[in-house]
C-alpha cells in the first residue's frame, strides 16, 4: 500500500497496484491542497477503469511529497465548563469514558436544565452550565396547635 502511493506521488504510474485505487484516493485527499481535485477524481472512481483513475488523480495532484499527511483535528480545549458537562452527562446517561468520546458532538442538544434539576446542582454549576439560578423561598410551616379534649372519668 505504502508503495503504491510511493508510486503514485512520483509518477511511476505503471507500478500502481489498480486494487488498491481505492485507497489512494482517501489517502491523497488527506492533503487541504489536494481535497478538492480528490473530491473531483471521486466522482468518476466507479465509473472508469482504475489505470485512468491513477493518471487522473496523479494529474491533479498539487503535493508531490510521497509522506502522507492527513489534517490534524481541532482539540476541545477543556474549560471548567466542558469538564462539569462532561461529568454530569457522564454521570445522567451512565456513560463510559469511550461513550462519552463518542457522543462528544451531541453534547450541545443536551437539556442541561433537566439533567441539573435531576442531579441537584448548585448555584455555581447551574451559573456554569448558563443557566438562570433558582431562588428557593422558605416555607414556614406551622402546626396549629389542637386542643386536647378534656379527660373525663370514663376515659382509659
Same mark, same amino acid.
Given at each position: 500500500?505504502?508503495?503504491?502511493?510511493?508510486?503514485?506521488?512520483? #509518477? %511511476?504510474?505503471?507500478? $500502481?497496484?489498480?486494487?488498491? /485505487?481505492?485507497?489512494?484516493?482517501? @489517502?491523497?485527499? =488527506?492533503?487541504?491542497?489536494?481535497?478538492? @481535485?480528490?473530491?473531483? $477524481?471521486?466522482?468518476?472512481?466507479?465509473?472508469?477503469?482504475?489505470? /485512468?483513475?491513477?493518471?487522473?488523480?496523479?494529474? =491533479?495532484?498539487?503535493?508531490? %511529497?510521497?509522506?502522507?499527511?492527513?489534517?490534524?483535528?481541532?482539540? /476541545?480545549?477543556?474549560?471548567?465548563?466542558?469538564?462539569?458537562?462532561?461529568?454530569?452527562?457522564?454521570?445522567?446517561?451512565? @456513560?463510559?469514558?469511550?461513550?462519552?468520546?463518542? %457522543?462528544?458532538?451531541?453534547?450541545?442538544?443536551?437539556? @442541561?436544565?433537566?439533567?441539573?434539576?435531576?442531579? #441537584?446542582?448548585?448555584?455555581?454549576?447551574?451559573?456554569?452550565? =448558563?443557566?438562570?439560578?433558582?431562588?428557593?423561598?422558605?416555607? $414556614?410551616?406551622?402546626?396549629?396547635?389542637?386542643?386536647?379534649?378534656?379527660?373525663?372519668?370514663?376515659?382509659?
Amino acid at each position: 500500500m505504502l508503495n503504491s502511493m510511493k508510486y503514485l506521488k512520483s #509518477g %511511476n504510474l505503471k507500478l $500502481v497496484d489498480t486494487k488498491l /485505487i481505492y485507497p489512494l484516493v482517501r @489517502w491523497c485527499s =488527506g492533503s487541504e491542497k489536494d481535497v478538492d @481535485w480528490c473530491n473531483t $477524481v471521486n466522482k468518476y472512481l466507479f465509473y472508469c477503469d482504475s489505470k /485512468i483513475i491513477s493518471g487522473l488523480l496523479y494529474l =491533479g495532484l498539487r503535493e508531490k %511529497n510521497p509522506f502522507i499527511k492527513y489534517p490534524k483535528a481541532s482539540k /476541545i480545549t477543556e474549560t471548567k465548563e466542558f469538564e462539569l458537562k462532561k461529568t454530569l452527562a457522564k454521570r445522567f446517561y451512565f @456513560w463510559s469514558e469511550q461513550e462519552f468520546q463518542r %457522543n462528544l458532538s451531541n453534547l450541545e442538544y443536551i437539556d @442541561w436544565e433537566e439533567v441539573a434539576m435531576a442531579l #441537584g446542582c448548585d448555584k455555581k454549576e447551574r451559573k456554569l452550565l =448558563g443557566l438562570p439560578e433558582i431562588k428557593l423561598k422558605k416555607q $414556614v410551616i406551622t402546626q396549629e396547635k389542637v386542643a386536647k379534649p378534656k379527660k373525663t372519668l370514663f376515659d382509659f
